[in-house]
């Protein structure tokens, strides 16, 4: 079970099923729910090729539209589309990298809520605001055709005498 | 026309024109000289730099140096081993270290087997990004009895680390340990004292470490802080996890989660403390429940004096403490009360945070344990705004030893900016021809010293994953050095 988690690099589309045992049954699954969404839909024997509508704003400033297959998260929709968006954790809920920010509250509000395990790691993201998610956790749906993402800016947050401010 | 010489241009000084696609520039050593950048330290600062710099610089050549035999930093040797998730970013470092660009010297130290100096002379880059290896002390009486370690110690022990392996910690004579610290290193140590070893034997955890706790009689653990809980600084998953901990009951003093005006601002102004405040309360509503032979109880208020020998004169047989109480505001200072208490036990974890440390030509401030630096360009002095050029730090170096490993992605972004600014002022000029890895290679075989490549720790890695999968585990460290030498020298078969 482990070897495949730990073994050489692999693709993004892995299923993570390898984290469902955690030893104190404490987390949730931390499977992509994209992927589990897409098998169901394979598995009912047909595919699901709607798309929306989804833009994202680099850290730049630069704007790129792609295309998104509704129950796709949008981190995997960013790494199949050139978008720098890191996602060190792989979409298991253990970083905060992949933190973007929803330009539009309406969107913000048609997403279904964060569990705590996404609110624990929100907490740690970098420039958090309050319509911030995970891009792990964010899946694509017909109502969100339109939504825009930005990537938090990189601003120069770390003060000369190597101080930390606290994060919000 | 006039768009694509400068592109030519800048593309022969080795710069990317900004704002302009590949295909104008070729960026390739045909007109760009290549700009050789050595990263000492292989963690998550390293390999953040190094995999930012690849990106900008298609003519960057990254040596990364790291004096263990394997790479990754504390993600290998700090996360805990029942946290296996956090360690899914070995694979971007990995693929980093896969480019054709990057190279990895493993078993190479700063100052023994290369000096500060002589990378200078030998790469255009150098960036420093070795981390914090030693510890805030208390500077208590009682500090240096046997039984008191600090939790770096303690962790290095659990995960394996070569340096950590002959730690003398005994677990089957103690009852009772306190925990002085309340930050997610001290949840670390509590818990993996706490957590049932047949949970923890199906992870990576070190075997002699988990053939100890097997046999460890601890079953009460403190975990002490001089400010309450509304200044905890834990964060909100990790607690969450040690408070819903299986067959552990969790002990605070309701009287400790009284808040004070200035704390209802405090938590007002920040979402993490709130949120683990919450977490705080909620626990304390908890009745005790049958089945719960272990106790963890957080004791908020009270400062470390010193650390009681028992009548041997040299095993720590309890701590001594002094109440404390917050006062004044904006800020509030922390004062003694003139109140003590003891809390008797066999075995003190210190929690007080890392420290790193100097080497030989390296401007560094001992007060902070950290280099002084100006968005990542390392300055001469403390006093003067001048930078030492073409030198940098990264990670914990630079900034102290706090955050997560994510943090180190923001931070390898500003020390990456200030590399870019200065190739593009030609502070640091790639034109200006140095060895970088031939010269590296050079001044270690002179000293006869041998390095692992990346392809050696992969070797060392299957080695490690083929040994844990026989105990259903998903690695078993290989702790000696010369074994992992051994096998991480080894030379492949033709």
């Known amino acids: 079970m482990w070897r495949r988690a730990f073994g050489q690099a692999h693709g993004f589309r892995r299923v993570r099923r390898d984290w469902i045992s955690q030893p104190d049954g404490q987390r949730s699954s931390a499977i992509s729910t994209a992927v589990l969404m897409r098998s169901k839909a394979e598995a009912n024997g047909k595919e699901d ?12 400033g630069d704007r790129k539209t792609i295309r998104v297959p509704v129950g796709m998260s949008m981190l995997e929709a960013a790494h199949e589309n050139d978008i720098e968006l890191e996602g060190a954790c792989e979409g298991s809920l253990a970083c905060s990298t992949c933190h973007v920010i929803v330009k539009d509250e309406k969107f913000y509000r048609m997403l279904k809520e964060p569990s705590d395990e996404e609110n624990d790691m929100l907490d740690l ?20 055709n339109g939504m825009e993402l930005a990537l938090p800016a990189a601003t120069r947050n770390f003060a000369v005498d190597g101080h930390v401010p606290k994060p919000h | 026309m006039k768009v694509l010489a400068m592109a030519r241009r800048a593309s022969r000084l080795g710069l990317r024109f900004p704002g302009r696609s590949r295909d104008l520039c070729t960026g390739s050593d045909d007109f760009g000289m290549p700009l050789h950048v050595c990263v000492v330290g292989s963690g998550p600062a390293g ?34 081993p029942d946290h296996p998730e956090t360690k899914v970013v070995i694979n971007q470092f990995s693929r980093t270290a896969e480019d054709e660009r990057c190279r ?97 034997s199906s992870t990576d955890i070190a075997e002699h470490a988990v053939k100890a706790l097997r046999t460890s009689r601890i079953r009460k653990v403190y975990v002490v802080g001089r400010r309450g809980p509304v200044q905890a600084a834990c964060t909100a998953k990790e607690l969450r996890e040690i408070l819903g901990l299986k067959g552990v009951e969790i002990v605070i003093n309701e009287a400790d989660l009284q808040t004070t005006d200035c704390d209802l601002e405090e938590l007002q102004s920040s979402r993490i403390h709130k949120r683990v405040f919450d977490l705080f309360c909620k626990s304390a509503t908890f009745t005790k429940c049958a089945g719960r032979d272990k106790q963890l109880q957080f004791v908020f208020f009270r400062a470390p004096v010193s650390l009681l020998a028992a009548e041997d004169g040299i095993h ?142 992969e070797r060392l890695n299957e080695t490690e994953m083929e040994k844990g999968a026989v105990k259903g585990k998903p690695r078993e460290k290989i702790v000696g050095i010369d074994e992992a030498l051994a096998i991480g020298l080894a030379k492949e078969k033709e």
């Open chain 1, 125 to 144: 993201a970098f420039g958090l605001t309050e319509t911030s998610r995970l891009g792990c956790q964010v899946i694509a749906k017909p109502e969100l």
């Open chain 2, 47 to 80: 390999f953040y730099v190094a995999k930012k710099l690849l990106k900008r610089f298609d003519f960057a050549r990254v040596d990364i140096l790291e004096r263990l035999p394997a790479p990754f930093g504390l993600v290998r040797s700090g996360v805990a």
């Open chain 2, 104 to 200: 990895f010297f493993g078993n190479v130290c700063l100052g023994t087997d290369v000096s500060l100096e002589e990378l200078r002379k030998n790469y255009h880059v150098v960036v420093l990004a070795y981390g914090a290896e030693s510890d805030h002390r208390l500077g208590i009486p009682g500090e240096d009895l046997e039984g008191v370690f600090s939790a770096r110690q303690f962790v290095w022990w659990y995960n394996g680390h070569p340096d950590g392996k002959d730690l003398p910690i005994n677990l089957n004579d103690v009852e009772t340990a306190v925990v002085l610290g309340q930050g997610n290193v001290a949840l670390d140590v509590a818990r993996i004292l706490l957590r049932s070893p047949s949970e923890l």
């Open chain 2, 316 to 457: 720590v047989r309890g701590v001594h403490l002094q109440k404390t109480r917050l006062e004044g505001s904006h800020p509030r200072k922390l004062v003694g009360t003139g109140e003590f208490e003891e809390l008797d036990c066999g075995l003190v974890l210190k929690s007080i945070g890392y420290k790193s440390l100097p080497v030989p030509d390296l401007p560094f401030d001992h007060k902070k344990g950290v280099v002084p630096n100006y968005f990542g360009r390392v300055r001469s002095s403390d006093a003067t705004n001048e930078t030492e050029r073409g030198l940098y730090v990264a990670g914990w170096l630079k900034r102290g030893p706090t955050g997560i490993i994510g943090t180190n992605e923001v931070c390898a972004q500003e020390v990456v900016t200030s590399i870019e600014e200065d190739v593009n002022r030609a502070v640091v000029s790639n034109l200006k021809e140095v060895p970088g890895s031939v010269g590296l290679e050079s001044i270690l075989s002179e000293k006869n010293k041998r390095y692992i490549t990346f392809e050696g720790w």
């Open chain 1, 49 to 60: 090729k709607e798309t929306i509508e989804v833009t994202f704003i680099t850290k730049e």
